[in-house]
């Protein structure tokens, strides 16, 4: 099973970059499919952007997409989300996920492993 710890969260205005960081426990995580995915209060939690094993294939949710980058580092087991021209609606807590079949499973949440999350809180 696959640990994920993500990191890079905290208080920022709006305009604001900032860049999360996941760290993955596992020996084959080339191998994982991984994603990113975000919950507000009252929300149920919703996809943010996924990227395949070799790191080909990236897919992003519409409300982020020309905003938010989706990369990932598998010589050092890592995933990242870089987060342009933050808004007060990307406010939540972010959680990072690692899946195995395939990129359109992680979009779906159909995922083997959640990270604990992160908070990022934007101010208008």
């Known amino acids: 099973q696959v640990q994920l710890v993500e990191s890079g969260g905290g208080l920022v205005q709006a305009g604001d970059s900032l860049r999360l960081s996941c760290a993955a426990s596992?020996?084959?995580?080339?191998?994982?499919?991984m994603g990113w995915f975000r919950q507000a209060p009252g929300n149920e939690r919703e996809f943010v952007a996924a990227i395949s094993w070799s790191g080909g294939t990236k897919h992003y949710a519409d409300s982020v997409k020309g905003r938010f980058t989706i990369s990932r580092d598998n010589a050092k087991n890592m995933v990242y989300l870089q987060m342009n021209s933050l808004k007060f609606e990307d406010t939540a807590v972010y959680y990072c996920?690692?899946?195995?079949?395939?990129?359109?499973?992680?979009?779906?949440?159909?995922?083997?492993?959640w990270g604990q999350g992160t908070q990022v809180t934007v101010s208008s």
């Open positions: 996920a690692a899946g195995r079949g395939g990129i359109y499973q992680v979009k779906a949440g159909k995922v083997l492993s």
């Open positions: 596992v020996r084959t995580f080339s191998s994982y499919d």
